[in-house]
Structures are given as C-alpha cells and as structure tokens.
C-alpha cells in the first residue's frame, strides 16, 4: 500500500466518524417525510397485489398498492396505484393519496355520530365510542381510522371483506361526517 493510499483511507475513516458524530444527519432507517413539510404525515400501506396481464408474449405482471396517509388530526386521504415494483407503487399511492386528502370531523378522540355506508357489497359500520375504549376495527377500517387520528370507536364490516371496498366504504362515511351542533344550528335559522 502506498502512502498515497494510506491518506486516502484516513481521510475517508475521519469523514465517516465525523458523519456518525453529526446530530443533524439523517438516520437511513427512519421514515422520511419526502415533501419536508412541517407535520408528519403517518402512512399506512392496507393492501399489496401482484397482478398479472396476459400479452402475446407471456404474461406482464405489476403491483398494486392501497394506501392510507394522514395527519393524525383529521385529516386523511386514501389511493389505489400501480407500478412495476412494490416500492414504486407504494410511493406513487402516497403522493396521490397527499393530493386527495380530506378534512373529518371529530368529537376529541372519537367520531360525532354513528354512520352505516355501503360500498359495493362492502358495508361498514362506524359508531362513537367512550373514551378508553379504543379502537375496534380490522383491516382496512383500522388503517383509515389511525391515519385520521380516532382513538375510540367501535366497527363491523358486513358483506364483501375486500380491503380496497371496505377502504373506500369507511372514506364515503368519514366523508358524510358532520358536527351535530353546527347541523342544528343550520336547522333552527
């Protein structure tokens, strides 16, 4: 080994300490939040299918992935997308998923009011929960429902368990959530 080679090794052993040593690296192994916006978002991958075409020369196959991204605060958006590659499917369904994010209504750490919605032959129900509770729900409902940020609340689904109805059920019924007293408000004007 030559002395040349010998500064080259040291200068890149004190380079790699000093990278080690730097609080304001980021860990490699941590979830980063791509868009560098100031919250953090949690995202929530509900279903992973591998899907094949048929072509004339054998058959192309593909990835879907379902994913649920929200803030924990009540806000939440769900996406269905497709790639060649797991990873690829799942970072293009949270970028879509960020660009359809709705805005729920909560009672604190539950829902405002029961809700039944059907979707497909996928049926969902949602009902409030006290406090302590929990949340008791499965699948698909459980990964919309953290993403939100509902921490007591009591669901069943009926019919068809396919998570990507089951997932798009309990969206139609966050959408239809509304504050009663606003609702009453309205109603005695």
């Known amino acids: ?6 500064t080259q090794d040291n200068n890149n052993q004190n380079r790699n300490n000093q990278n080690r040593n730097n609080p304001n690296r980021r860990n ?9 916006d100031e919250f953090s978002l949690v995202e929530n ?3 992973i299918r591998r899907v094949s075409k048929t072509v004339k020369g054998g058959r192309n196959l593909s990835f879907n992935a379902m994913v ?3 803030d924990g605060a009540g806000r939440v958006g769900i996406a269905l997308a497709s790639a060649s590659a797991v990873p690829d499917a799942v970072q293009r369904a949270v970028k879509y998923a960020k660009e359809r994010m709705i805005n729920v209504t909560l009672n604190n750490t539950t829902l405002p009011h029961e809700s039944v919605i059907k979707f497909g032959s996928s049926k ?9 509770t929990g949340l008791i729900a499965g699948g698909g409902v459980r ?5 939100v940020g509902v921490k ?8 068809s368990t396919n998570a990507i109805n089951v997932v798009y059920a309990t969206m139609e019924a966050l959408k239809g959530m509304k ?11």
């Open 1 to 6: 080994m030559t002395t040349n080679n010998k």
């Open 28 to 36: 490699s192994r941590s979830r980063r939040n791509r868009d560098n």
């Open 45 to 47: 991958v509900i279903k």
């Open 68 to 70: 649920a991204v929200g």
């Open 124 to 132: 969902v129900m949602l009902k409030p929960a006290a406090p302590g």
């Open 143 to 147: 990964a919309v429902l953290e993403a």
């Open 152 to 159: 007591d609340v009591v669901s069943k689904t009926f019919g």
């Open 179 to 189: 504050n009663p007293k606003k609702e009453i408000s309205k109603r005695r004007a």
